[in-house]
């Protein structure tokens, strides 16, 4: 076993646990993780104020699970979670975790799916449940005693969970489940609101914070570049085309990465080689030593692997997957920018992780630009460029008996001094691609990952714009299509829609999506979670003096 994984062995989780950890390739406990594990072990309250992106989620799955009683087939961990989104997320990690612990078992319950196989998957006695509290709420309606056997209770994103109204649920959820319950409550902010929730619900609790120095990283130019995490890989390797870099250093978060990455790079034609805790010490010595004399150019690696990492060559820090907090984001791009050089710092960002690229940038007080996927033409400039300027040092050489040789061939060849010269390119061009079209069939579109593209979904319903934008647009995240029979021709407008539901439903803002008014009738969106229970509420509720009528709306 490799030294780093000591690192979670050292915290205590269950063998089974550390096992599963180590089969996905994680070396070392995040910031977070380190903090957070013995405390829950512990069976201490906590409150920890981290985001995505940090580890969070593992922080409370893996001391969780270590102390699941396989034995008893009933609930034992409720993990409450904003969205369904998030709630099946966790749930996937939790089953990751406990692959190798027979016996355990984990449901996902969120609304927007049927009852049925939550119901069953409770009766077969699953031990931890991740909910979202809207439906976690409509199973209490069924069976008061569901939570009564909870040991362990976690928060997860609370201030997310208030944004979006979900304060009373999380009342009744808190009364369900006995007192003598551990309660651990992850949040990004700790808003007055949070605090109150603390204050009620758990029992001294432990603080956890990752401390955020402020840090300097002056000579080091940075910028983001937005992308879908499936899309990673291609925007890598499109990004390499225009950067010109002399040695560059990629960071992802797992063994795996290194070697996957590293492989399609080398696939590409780069001498790129994986940097990973699983590879021996002399080995990792020499893929050092080769990024050092240029045999390599580029090393993929983990933040354990590349510690310590001093190559003066290196101008290029490629940030693939997201560091865990930006105390480990300095020390990756203070890789670069050695020897009093200057570097460059890129950084991929999902949609997800924005919120971390804010935190980077406060900590360091300096902005991350950001810069878009190259564009085909922008990658053939690239590439001519690189061959000109390869070509550039030999062509101002005399020509010397190369001269005499291209004549002799135009003769042997019988051809046109273009043709042999394009003959001549394209071998020391590889066969690279060097056209436009080749270059637009070679890689195919990788779409930038935009806020313009999240805004334009949230776009309200423009009443002006032509017949044909009118077609139904896609239901937001979370969220269920709600018709009333009231429109315009009944004195409707947005704003009375908006009032009516809020003041009855006792919503918050956020949690209503898009209005749509037409003239005959009119389309809402809201939280899918929870929504029986909400159009009950707004049952007998008027509007111009109208009868609403809210119904869930299906586009067959
Ligand atoms: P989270 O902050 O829980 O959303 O986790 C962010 C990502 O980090 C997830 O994709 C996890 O699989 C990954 N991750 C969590 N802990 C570790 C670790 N110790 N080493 C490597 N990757 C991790």
């Not at 799955?61 to 270590?66: E, G, K, N, T, Y």
């Not at 928060?155 to 109204?165: H, I, N, S």
């Not at 203070?334 to 200057?342: D, I, N, S, V, Y």
């Not at 009333?484 to 947005?494: E, K, V």
């Given at each position: ?20 950890v180590t089969a996905v390739g994680y ?257 990792r010595e020499r893929v050092i030593e ?267």
């Amino acid at each position: 076993m490799t030294q780093e994984i000591g690192g979670f062995a050292a915290l205590g989780i269950h063998p089974s646990v550390l096992a599963a950890v180590t089969a996905v390739g994680y070396e070392e406990p995040s910031p977070i993780q380190a903090q957070a594990i013995p405390v829950i072990l512990g069976g201490h309250d906590m409150i920890g104020q981290a985001q995505t992106g940090t580890g969070k989620t593992a922080a409370f799955a893996l001391p969780i699970l270590s102390k699941i009683d396989p034995a008893r087939r009933e609930p034992q961990a409720v993990i409450l979670a904003p969205t369904r989104e998030l709630a099946l997320q966790v749930a996937t990690a939790f089953e990751t975790y406990a692959k190798q612990l027979p016996g355990v078992s984990v449901v996902a319950v969120y609304g927007g799916a049927p009852m049925g196989p939550q119901l069953k998957a409770l009766r077969m006695g699953a031990q931890v449940i991740v909910a979202t509290p809207g439906r976690l709420v409509d199973h209490l309606g069924r069976n008061d005693q569901l939570l009564s056997t909870i040991r362990m209770m976690v928060l997860d994103e609370a201030d997310e969970m208030l944004k979006l109204g979900f304060m009373d649920d999380l009342e009744v959820i808190f009364q369900a489940m006995p007192e003598s319950r551990q309660s651990v409550l992850f949040s990004a902010t700790l808003p007055h609101s949070i605090r109150a929730i603390a204050e009620k619900h758990l029992r001294e609790p432990q603080h956890i914070k990752i401390a955020a120095k402020t840090q300097t990283v002056a000579r080091i130019e940075q910028a983001h570049l937005m992308v879908h995490a499936d899309q990673k890989v291609a925007a890598v390797c499109r990004l390499l085309e225009v950067e010109d870099f002399d040695a560059l250093i990629a960071f992802v978060r797992t063994k795996q990465a290194t070697l996957d990455l590293a492989s399609a790079l080398e696939a590409k034609g780069y001498k790129a080689a994986a940097l990973n805790g699983d590879i021996a010490q002399n080995q990792r010595e020499r893929v050092i030593e080769s990024l050092k004399d240029g045999r390599l150019d580029i090393v993929v690696a983990t933040d354990v692997a590349a510690r310590g990492i001093d190559v003066p060559r290196i101008t290029h820090v490629l940030n693939v997957d997201m560091p865990y907090d930006p105390e480990s984001y300095v020390h990756r791009i203070g890789r670069t920018g050695r020897a009093g050089r200057e570097g460059r710092a890129l950084l991929l960002v999902t949609p997800r992780e924005r919120r971390m690229l804010q935190v980077i940038e406060r900590v360091t007080g300096q902005k991350v630009g950001e810069v878009k996927l190259p564009t085909p033409q922008q990658v053939l400039d690239a590439r001519i460029r690189k061959l000109t300027n390869g070509l550039a040092p030999l062509v101002s050489d005399a020509e010397g008996s190369h001269g005499e040789l291209f004549d002799r061939l135009l003769g042997d060849l019988q051809c046109s001094p273009r043709a042999l010269g394009a003959a001549l390119l394209r071998k020391v061009t590889n066969g690279q691609s060097l056209s436009l079209a080749e270059i637009e069939r070679e890689q195919p579109l990788v779409p930038n990952a935009g806020p313009q593209r999240e805004r334009r979904e949230r776009e309200p319903f423009d009443s002006a714009a032509p017949r044909e934008r009118r077609a139904p647009l896609p239901v937001s995240e979370g969220k269920a299509r709600c018709r009333t029979a009231l429109g315009t021709r009944d004195g409707i407008a947005a704003k009375n829609l908006l009032g009516a539901i809020l003041n009855e439903g006792g919503l918050q803002r956020e949690a209503i999506g898009r209005i749509q008014i037409r003239e005959t009738f009119s389309l809402v969106e809201l939280p899918e979670d929870g929504l029986d229970r909400l159009l009950g509420k707004l049952k007998d509720t008027r509007v111009a003096g109208k009868a609403l009528k809210l119904r869930r709306y299906r586009e067959d």
